[in-house]
């Protein structure tokens, strides 16, 4: 089970991305680390950036897809 794993940590996004493989060679180490852009928040620890962790994980964790609608097709 996942969650007896604690499999859903800090490295979820690189690996999801490793996955999808949409870049190749070096450029697939770049897409890995701009996936992680969403957990930045977790180094927040002091006054004043501290006060905005729970809305940033709120907005990459549980609102994200308001990026993908407002994108135009």
Excluded: C
């Amino acid at each position: 089970m996942l969650t007896s794993a604690l499999a859903w940590e800090k490295g979820t996004h690189a690996f999801i991305a490793d996955k999808l493989k949409k870049a190749d060679g070096p450029y697939n180490i770049e897409e890995m680390y701009g996936a992680m852009a969403p957990d930045v928040f977790n180094y927040l620890f002091s006054l004043p950036r501290i006060l905005y962790r729970d809305y940033l994980h709120d907005q990459t964790h549980h609102h994200f897809l308001k990026v993908q609608q407002a994108i135009k097709f």
